[in-house]
């Protein structure tokens, strides 16, 4: 081999989000080591700050289409909406954590520093345009989660949490990974648009195919669709609660990010494969996340199987396909994002006697002791079930209002019976806040300022959403075009 | 075949080794005595056999070799190209090791490399 | 000469690889592990892809088996497992699963399907690897760096004794 070397040029401003967040995640861990080294209440702000100016970023640059590193990254409005709602998910979990880590277990740099890192990774998802950019991020995401699951070392669930989280997500990755070598051995390729446009993809070469399944149950872990869902409660229960709405929230979004991409432009010679293997996913997934909710005493348990449920719905949108079907799944995230983290966030602010309250009954007649508290996650969930005028509502009136425009009549009708059953344990929840008596040491809210103010910022975005959806469902819609070009 | 010579050199050393066990059950004289049959004859009885818990920090020191391991990986062919890369590729590893230096130094300041 | 190292390499892989599952003794099944890295360390070398090989020795046959072989000994030291195995079925259902799988990758390759990347296969020398991922996979290359510092940080998090 020789020959000259021809440099890359090097296109740092597609990278710009990321770079501020992991940037301040490397400043995190320096601040770190410097004095004052017993309290790390400072970190936490840090790391706030770091992800509040990559959104300021983020919002700066909307309507720019940049690439760099020969189409690895790019930062279209596409990536540039998952940055935003990543970005939101990221700043309200840290500041949920900056009272509740430190009660529970004890702050340290290493926590937020990992925060910032698995946001990195999430912003990268939304942005990768080649296969091994969408490994490596996702790698990057899930390897700071699943430490971050295991963050209370001396309680066993949080261990068990990490390590199932690990092990499943390990296999999860390596499904992924087979996917991958399958697609580049079918088409020469790892990058997106160049994998659409081989030839591989219009014969319809059988590893191709192959490609799809493997990506599809690599994704389907990460997203938690039914087959593969089984780490999700004990994970959700397990870890601490701020991590919990990560997982939730940010990391669902990442992975979803990734998919839609990959699956509009990679594979879009499959979309009729791929389109009815989701029909079948979609409908498993929300009807057994809805069924296994049912049961459920443990309230993070059951915002496990409920979120399992909704992941089934944001199928719906993307089989539904086209700019509306892809554009609704866009504001479900959002609307789930806010909502989500509104709820666990609820769940991590309120303690019973020192320990963290977790059972349904414990709640009974929070009502009456913190009305406050109570409404807001009555709110929450009331966004959950779909009740007008909240974003939960708006949400799925676009996403089942997208199936049925798009000739999925019967999916759009499961969907709604699915949101009528899941109504039940939502609602189960606010009988106990509101209509059963006090128990004597129930669960009480602890004050926190960061914690009442990222709640409050929740509580914004789900009814702001919910009352004047237009312009969002606009952005969303903008934000899918650059994938149908 | 350019790789023969490594191919024989494993060949040579499978040989060795497989002589060095097989030759002695040959001829080697056979006397089992108490001392041999410890499991280290370094002039100390054993207290216990080893069972039971192991402290977590053999496998931490196991895990940070494989981190510095497979950053070694990288550096290899960066050092094969290194003057065709010229200053670029010195940057482009500078940034890679910065970033693991940050690592470095935070288990290290954390005493994450002490024994005790 | 070619196919005939193939054939004995690949005959010691599986032998190893069917070692490592039969064995109870894990430690047996760890050495079987490393005979067979090492092989398939060599089946990369005939592909002309040495920088793999390399890897494959240096990273797996190497770093990691250490941490297994640490793992085994800090778990279960020189213990056998025995004892009827609690899920049974859950494994057996592996059986008709690989089935299917073996079925579908012989009918992929008898088919014609075979991997094909565009433009043939790309070198595997180390030079020509360093060229490519210092040059169109700069990104990803870089990417790892910060993927290694989460991992230090995370092992420091999880492994330090106090919280």
Known sequence: MTGEIVVPVVGLSALLPALVVVGAGGLVLLLDLLPPRASKAHLGTVALAGLVAALLVTVSRWGTDDRAFRDMVLLDNYALFFDVVICYAAALVVMLSMDYVGREGGESGEYYALVLFSTTGMLLLASAGDLIVVFLALELMSLSLYVLAGFFKTRLVSGEASMKYFLLGAFASSFLLYGIAMLYGATGSTNLDRIAGSPAARDGDPLYLVGLALLLVGFGFKISTVPFHMWAPDVYEGAPTSVTALIATGSKAAAFAALIRVLVVALRGLQPDWTALLWSLAVVTMTLGNLAALAQSNLKRMLAYSSIAHVGYMLVGLVAGGASGAGAVLFYLLAYTFTTIGAFGVLALCQRAGEEAVEVSEYAGLARRNPVLAATLALFLLSLIGIPPLAGFVAKFYLFGAAVRGGHVWLAVIAVLNSAVAAYYYLRVLVYMYMREPEAGGAGYVPSFAGGLALAIALIGVVALGVMPAPFADLAQGAVTPLLR | ?116 | MATAAFVLIAAVAVGSALGLVVRRNPIHGALFLVVNLGSIAALFLTLGAEFLAAAQVIVYAGAIMVLFVFAIMVLIPGREETGPDPQRPTRLLALPVGAVLLVLLVALVAGGGAPRAAGGPPAGGVEAVGRLLFTDYLFPFELTSVLLLAAMVGVLLLARRRA
């Open chain 2, 1 to 116: 075949m350019e790789h023969v010579t490594i191919l024989m050199a494993f060949a040579f050393a499978a040989v060795v080794a497989g002589a060095m066990l097989v030759v002695p059950s040959l001829i080697a004289p056979r006397r089992l005595t108490p001392v041999k049959a410890q499991p280290f004859e370094s002039g100390k009885d054993p207290i216990e056999i080893t069972q039971g818990r192991l402290a977590v920090k053999f496998s931490t020191v196991a895990i940070f070799f494989i981190l510095i391991d497979i950053e070694l990986l990288f550096i290899w062919p960066w050092a094969m190209l290194y003057r065709k890369l010229g200053w670029f590729g010195f940057a482009e590893m500078l940034v890679f090791l910065g970033i693991l230096m940050l690592g470095f130094l935070y288990i290290w300041q954390k005493g994450g490399l002490e024994w005790e």
